[in-house]
């Protein structure tokens, strides 16, 4: 099946320091990818689509200026956390949609966001 | 809006008995429905879904579930549960407020299962 690489897996930060977390699809053309945050013992809240070459898509009560979102090519998007603060601490999980498998979704690993 | 309902957040079982973990949905249309696993840690794994066809769908590991119209639901059910079966379940449909072209999933909001030896 189709492949999502998510990088990286866990990350460690300082309060105001930005980071970017990678989403690769690395057997197929992904012209859509999704982001989700994920709190401890909760299901997966959408953040955004990503669609390839143009502006992501935010959902209602997501921060675009703080959750920057790039999708430069058909393989590869990043959400950047920009001045992250202890409360962004959680899990984010990139999906992408491979055109030639309609109906389905492949999910990265996820990373692990910790702000000291 | 398009809902998914996981009414247990527990479900506990022992190992070698069949297993059911239940959903059910809330669409405008026809659903697109799917289960994903989730290991500490880990990303979520496809399992099966549900398009058009036969109601009863079989997926990887031996899981399977069961579309029912009527009952608006999509249970997943294997025969025989293992130790290894023991994660985070999640059932999810597709969205289809921004029409055709979207894939958005709405997500319940996930059955912890434990197989117990």
């Known amino acids: 099946g189709a492949v999502v690489s998510q990088h990286p897996s866990r990350v460690i930060c300082k309060s105001g320091t930005s980071v970017k977390i990678e989403c690769r699809s690395l057997?197929?053309?992904?012209?859509?990818m999704f982001w989700y945050r994920q709190f401890p013992k909760k299901s997966l809240m959408l953040m955004a689509t990503?669609?390839?070459?143009?502006?992501?898509?935010?959902e209602q009560g997501v921060e675009k200026d703080k959750f920057l979102i790039n999708h430069a090519s058909l393989t590869l998007s990043t959400l950047t956390v920009t001045s992250a603060h202890p409360e962004d601490s959680s899990f984010y999980i990139c999906?992408?949609?491979?055109?030639?498998?309609?109906?389905?979704?492949?999910f990265g690993e996820g990373s692990r966001l910790t702000v000291l | 809006a398009q809902s998914v309902a996981q009414p247990e957040d527990q479900v506990n079982v022992a190992e070698g008995n069949p297993l059911t973990v239940k959903c059910t949905y809330s669409?405008?249309?026809?659903?697109?429905l799917f289960w994903y696993v989730q290991y500490p840690n880990r990303g979520l794994q496809f399992l099966l879904k549900?398009?058009?066809?036969?109601?009863l769908v079989k997926g990887s590991y031996g899981f399977e579930a069961e579309f029912n119209k009527s009952q608006t639901s999509f249970h997943l059910k294997k025969p025989s549960a293992l130790v290894s079966d023991s994660a985070l379940y999640f059932c999810?449909?597709?969205?289809?407020?921004?029409?055709?072209?979207?894939?958005?999933?709405?997500f319940g909001k996930g059955t912890k299962l434990s197989v117990i030896p």
């Open positions: 999906s992408a949609r491979d055109r030639a498998l309609p109906g389905e979704l492949f």
């Open positions: 057997d197929f053309q992904a012209t859509t």
């Open positions: 990503s669609n390839e070459g143009s502006k992501a898509t935010y």
């Open positions: 669409v405008s249309g026809n659903p697109y």
């Open positions: 549900y398009i058009t066809g036969d109601n």
């Open positions: 999810a449909v597709r969205d289809m407020r921004s029409g055709a072209g979207s894939y958005q999933l709405t």
